[in-house]
């Protein structure tokens, strides 16, 4: 099973993107792809850029990515209650490549934050709004206090690793 993985944020440390990475690799014998948001910089997107440059490379290469993966596992950064500036403007742009962006993709949707909150905000969002571009959401989680959950590249709260590994094995 080809897995695509990412998360929604453009740190270099993202814990999100350390989560969605590290769930991914649960699906035993999973090829699977860690993006790195960075990679996909765009100018901000509006209509005026767009009939001016046509639509990024950049957006291309995440729709087409996402095209290639069996399964997503996708874990958000909350900013302010919603999605990073990084993400919401790489997915606006992806959205004029294919409107179904997920291309009905079964997806395992996380959030993380160092704090008690999870990124729960946002975590409803994408619930909430992935279904109407294609996304198959198969199960979320928020996971909150990220730091005290993993350490050294692994989950060491046994009930976060049993919830992560009961969404995975959903995929």
Same mark, same amino acid.
């Given at each position: 099973?080809?897995?695509?993985? @990412?998360?929604?944020?453009?740190? *270099?440390?993202?814990?999100?993107?350390?989560?969605?990475?590290?769930?991914?690799?649960?699906?035993? #014998?999973?090829?699977?792809?860690l993006l790195d948001l960075n990679d996909f910089e765009m100018p901000l997107f509006?209509?005026?850029?767009?009939?001016?440059? #046509?639509?990024?490379?950049?957006?291309?290469? @995440?729709?087409?990515?996402?095209?290639?993966?069996?399964?997503?596992?996708?874990? @958000?950064?909350?900013?302010? =209650?919603?999605?990073?500036?990084?993400?919401?403007?790489?997915?606006?742009?992806?959205? *004029?490549?294919?409107?179904?962006?997920?291309?009905?993709?079964?997806?395992?949707?996380?959030?993380?934050? &160092? =704090? &008690? =909150?999870?990124?729960?905000?946002?975590?409803?969002?994408?619930?909430?709004?992935?279904?109407?571009?294609?996304?198959?959401v198969v199960g979320s989680l928020s996971v909150p206090n990220f730091y005290d959950v993993m350490k050294? #590249?692994?989950?060491?709260?046994?009930?976060?690793?049993?919830?992560?590994?009961?969404?995975?094995?959903?995929?």
């Amino acid at each position: 099973m080809k897995i695509l993985a @990412f998360g929604a944020s453009s740190s *270099r440390q993202s814990i999100n993107k350390a989560l969605a990475g590290y769930t991914a690799n649960l699906v035993d #014998g999973a090829d699977v792809t860690l993006l790195d948001l960075n990679d996909f910089e765009m100018p901000l997107f509006s209509e005026d850029v767009e009939k001016a440059s #046509g639509v990024p490379a950049q957006a291309h290469a @995440f729709v087409d990515a996402i095209a290639q993966a069996d399964a997503i596992v996708a874990s @958000f950064a909350e900013h302010n =209650g919603s999605y990073s500036a990084a993400y919401k403007n790489i997915f606006d742009w992806a959205s *004029r490549v294919e409107k179904a962006v997920f291309q009905n993709k079964p997806v395992v949707v996380l959030s993380t934050s &160092p =704090g &008690p =909150g999870g990124a729960s905000s946002v975590l409803a969002q994408t619930v909430n709004s992935m279904p109407y571009f294609k996304g198959n959401v198969v199960g979320s989680l928020s996971v909150p206090n990220f730091y005290d959950v993993m350490k050294d #590249g692994n989950i060491v709260d046994e009930s976060v690793k049993q919830s992560l590994s009961a969404l995975v094995a959903k995929l």
